[in-house]
């Protein structure tokens, strides 16, 4: 905990529940986001769990996870969350970043947790081939009959709001080579060494790895092989990985 405040408020991560894949903390991104950075920040948090986002609503009127609570206070959305751990932990999130850099960290995690998550959610709910294993991970704890009616009906929902996004309106076909093309992209501009804006990790690194981490697992297995075919990536990956896991 090299980044540790020598004193820090209680921080508890209202989420879901815990997943079935090593090293991995949450079966959603941004909550996997919010987990790295209070890590990479070397803040103490404990977690607060639940089946769905909406159980946390009492602290988001949006129904959505993660929430951190800070001392009871909640800081919903985790670019929320992470502004507030920059406050918490000086330094820790944006070492070393002028001005510009800070600006472009910025605009680095808009485009992760805009762009990269509706290809994201499209992994997950949309693609054919990952739906059956996610619908049985995400619905396990359904009682069976709500299980055969429930889930279909959510999944309708979310393909409607990704066709809205502009994410799943082309079709599948399309949507997946966008999400290469922009795999090719990030792949080109992934630093050789170090992180993505320089020596230090910062929350750009943290924002860009929990929305392509989240795939690498058997879930989105056809996803998993795309991000592993750009090796640069993968290694930037890796080190993320290692510098925010502890
Ligand atoms: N902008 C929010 C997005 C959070 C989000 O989409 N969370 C998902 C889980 S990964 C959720 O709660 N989904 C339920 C819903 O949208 O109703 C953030 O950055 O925290």
Redesign the pocket.
């Known amino acids: 905990m090299k980044n540790a405040p020598a004193s820090q408020p209680s921080l508890v991560l209202c989420e879901?529940g815990a997943t079935d894949v090593a090293g991995l903390e949450s079966m959603?991104?941004?909550?996997l986001k919010t987990h790295r950075t209070l890590k990479l920040a070397g803040l103490r948090y404990t977690s607060r769990h639940a089946d769905r986002?909406?159980a946390h609503r009492a602290y988001n009127a949006?129904?959505?996870?993660?929430v951190l609570l800070v001392d009871g206070r909640p800081v919903?959305?985790?670019?929320a969350i992470v502004r507030e751990a920059v406050g918490l932990a000086p330094g820790a999130l944006d070492r070393g970043l002028d001005a510009r850099a800070l600006a472009e960290a910025w605009l680095w995690e808009e485009l992760a947790?805009t762009a990269l998550n509706g290809f994201f959610v499209a992994a997950r709910w949309a693609d054919d081939a990952n739906w059956p294993a996610v619908r049985d991970a995400y619905f396990a704890a359904m009682p069976a009959p709500v299980r055969a009616v429930v889930p279909a009906l959510l999944r309708r929902n979310v393909l409607a709001a990704l066709r809205a996004r502009d994410v799943w309106r082309a079709g599948p076909d399309a949507c997946w080579a966008r999400f290469e093309a922009l795999l090719d992209r990030l792949d080109a501009r992934a630093p050789a060494a170090g992180y993505w804006l320089g020596a230090a990790p910062t929350f750009a690194d943290v924002a860009l790895f929990a929305q392509l981490h989240g795939l690498r697992n058997r879930y989105t297995a056809r996803q998993a092989s795309m991000v592993a075919a750009r090796p640069s990536l993968v290694a930037w990956l890796d080190r993320v990985d290692a510098a925010t896991r502890a």
């Not at 959603?28 to 909550?31: A, G, I, Q």
């Not at 919903?76 to 670019?79: E, H, K, R, T």
């Open positions: 879901l959603s991104p941004f909550c986002p909406d949006t129904g959505q996870v993660p919903a959305d985790s670019s947790d």
